[in-house]
């Protein structure tokens, strides 16, 4: 990403130009009829394991992108919502860990960053 990008994207954060996570991320949507909330996990299993882990995996990653570029109030919450449904689905399986496994190696990854650092104090 440039610099004139970045700070793009700043300007825009800071004028409150956040898309509504049910629009940005696809594997949301706005439930219907209006006002009725969001489906938080609408994908649907493809019926290989593998298939559908790799396609958590990518998920996980459009989460992690989105939550990076507009870390709101809003995303700090968006995760709960999320595992909620998967929950709710009472289906857990490829796509499922696979997301959830992509979300904790990047909890991982940051948690040893903040020990590091930590450490050096």
């Known amino acids: 990403m440039s610099n004139i990008t970045k700070l ?7 004028r409150g130009e956040v898309p509504h996570h049910a629009e940005a991320l696809s594997f949301m949507k706005r439930r219907k009829p209006k006002g ?3 489906s938080y996990w609408t994908v649907k ?6 298939r559908d882990y790799e396609t958590g995996r990518a998920l996980g ?5 989105f939550i990076g570029r507009y870390p709101t109030n ?14 709710e689905r009472g289906r857990v399986g ?12 990047y909890a991982m990854f940051a948690a040893s ?9």
Do not use: H, K, Q, W
């Open 61 to 65: 990653r459009e989460y992690l992108a």
């Open 94 to 105: 490829g796509l499922e860990f696979g997301f959830l496994n992509c979300v904790n190696e």
């Open 8 to 14: 793009a994207d700043v300007r825009d954060r800071r």
């Open 45 to 50: 299993p493809s019926g290989s394991y593998s």
């Open 113 to 121: 960053t903040v020990a590091s650092v930590e450490a050096r104090r």
């Open 74 to 87: 809003g995303s700090a919450t968006l995760l709960n919502s999320i595992v909620r449904e998967m929950a």
């Open 36 to 38: 009725t909330g969001i």
